[in-house]
């Protein structure tokens, strides 16, 4: 059970990245008064918990419903979980785990971010929303571990509210170098498992058997 815990918070906190999903914010709301910050971090977290929590839920069925195999998932998260574990080691950006620039124009354009593109994609993108389906598959219907997986999604996105109300404090306090620390520590243990989930899914798809 503590192995679940650890290789579910690691990986919720290495595909939303709280940290970085701060500093975003922190630059996307400057100028804003701190009452709706507030107001746009709370109902942002809100919404992408909506959103992940859903697809956590209902996973299961949907890829049993699209004939999909939890070796597939397996492998197809983890080629996805990889994309994003080498842009953070190597502290690039790209559509899967942030924003396009296409898409930060259309936000710099909102008074209002919290639903686009705080709630989606920076906090429920492609890469938490895989994980959260593939993390919930993997239980094989043990509801302890499914409890601890949907308590490590919560914990990271408290973290990440939290974070997302200290915003400024965070920009100040890191800076840029010391976010690119954290991205780079946790994109190499995501890429670890990311690489764990593909070999446990070809080894349960029966083509090395």
């Known amino acids: 059970m503590f192995e ?7 990986t919720f906190f290495a595909t939303i990245g709280p940290v970085s999903v701060a500093m975003i914010f922190a630059a996307m709301t400057h100028g ?10 709370v109902r942002g977290s809100l919404i992408a918990a909506i959103i992940l929590g859903s697809f956590a839920l209902t996973g299961e069925t949907l890829l049993a419903a699209l004939g ?9 998260a983890g080629i996805l979980l990889l994309l994003i574990a080498i842009d953070m080691v190597f502290a690039r950006e790209s559509g899967v785990s942030s924003t396009t620039e296409e898409e930060n124009i259309e936000a710099r354009q909102k008074k209002d971010i919290s639903v686009f593109p705080l709630a989606t994609p920076l906090i429920a993108g492609p890469g938490s929303m895989g994980a959260a389906i593939l993390l919930m ?16 999604l ?9 974070l997302l109300l200290l ?3 965070v920009q100040r306090l890191l800076g840029v170098t010391g976010m690119q620390v954290i991205s780079r520590v946790f994109g190499v243990l995501l ?5 764990q989930f ?7 798809s029966g083509l090395l058997g």
């Open 167 to 169: 915003a400024n404090k």
């Open 198 to 204: 593909m070999f446990d899914g070809l080894a349960g």
């Open 137 to 152: 598959a993997s239980t094989e219907n043990n509801l302890t571990s499914k409890a601890i997986v949907i308590a490590a």
């Open 191 to 195: 890429s670890a498992l990311a690489v």
């Open 32 to 41: 804003s008064s701190p009452a709706d910050k507030r107001a746009m971090a």
């Open 4 to 10: 679940t815990a650890v290789v579910a918070f690691t």
């Open 68 to 76: 999909i195999s939890l070796a597939a998932l397996k492998v197809s």
């Open 154 to 162: 919560l914990a990271v996105l408290l973290i990440t509210l939290v």
